[in-house]
Structures are given as C-alpha cells and as structure tokens.
C-alpha cells in the first residue's frame, strides 16, 4: 500500500468516527469497513452482475457515503460498457437505471450525484454528460433532475470533508 493510500485510509477513518445517523441515536461502524475496503473505484469494465449484486442493494444503506460508494460505481458501469455490452449482459436501460436512481435519491440522498459523477468518469461535465446520450431518445435529463430535486428531503446528511 503506498503512502498515499494510507494516508487516505487513515483520513478516512478519522472522518468515519466523526460520522452519526439522522436520528443522532446510531452509529454505522460497519458502514465505513466496507467503503475502507471498497474505497477505490475500479475503472475497469465489470459485469452487469456485480452492479446488480453488489451495488444496487447498497443504494439502500443507512450510509451516505456507502450509498455514494455504490452509485458511483454504478455510473462506471454504464459509462465504460456500450449499450450493446449491457444488453448483451441484461442491464438496465439507462432511462431504467436513472428512474432508479431517482427513486433512491428521493428515498434518502447520496445518490443521483455520485451516479451522475460516476457516468462522467470525472470529466467534470455533470449533468451534462447525460445531455447528448441517443440512448436517452426524448428523455429530458432536465426534467428528472428537477423532479429529484422537488421530490426529495431537503436535510442532507453533514459528512465533515466530504461535501
């Protein structure tokens, strides 16, 4: 492990002990071993199968981060694989995978920004990494951040230094 990676392990957990709920009543410890143990994010193509197993039930964690973790990852997926590689493997639509999206981040946040940061492969052109993709036909990209932005709770959850 280089010093940088254990730098950023430490600085991780450091802010992971700073971290509690909502309700100010519990704690996640286990939250922050499994993104210590997944923290990197893999730029390699995976199968639609780990997004599916590993990443999709995770947007459903108690922890923001852990929520981030796994819909970043799953902007990857569908920015490294073309459309025919994931129907080939019987993923989600794209428009599927952002009413999802929507539907998590609506439920409790840290979602449709990771997966949108994920999608751009930190090229750092957002939500306008989404704005010219055929796939999306009519789609308005607009529309479904907007409706997100409407629909969801408008307490984020504080993270020290991550935000």
């Not at 410890?29 to 990443?55: G, M, S, T, V």
């Amino acid at each position: 492990m280089s010093d940088l990676d254990q730098r950023q392990r430490k600085e991780f957990l450091e802010l992971s002990k700073t971290y509690v709920s909502n309700d100010d009543s519990e704690k996640h410890p286990e939250w922050f071993n499994l993104a210590i143990q997944l923290h990197k994010f893999d730029k390699k193509r995976f199968a639609w199968e780990k997004c599916r197993d590993q990443f999709i039930p995770l947007l459903d964690h108690p922890h923001p981060m852990v929520r981030a973790y796994a819909a970043k990852n799953i902007g990857r997926f569908y920015w490294y694989n073309s459309l025919k590689s994931r129907t080939k493997q019987g993923a989600l639509s794209l428009i599927e995978m952002l009413m999802l999206v929507s539907e998590k981040e609506i439920a409790h946040s840290a979602v449709a920004g990771p997966f949108i940061n994920g999608y751009d492969d930190d090229t750092f052109y957002g939500l306008g990494s989404l704005l010219e993709v055929k796939e999306l036909g009519k789609f308005d990209v607009r529309e479904w951040i907007l409706d997100i932005l409407e629909k969801s709770t408008p307490n984020e959850p504080y993270v020290p230094n991550a935000q």
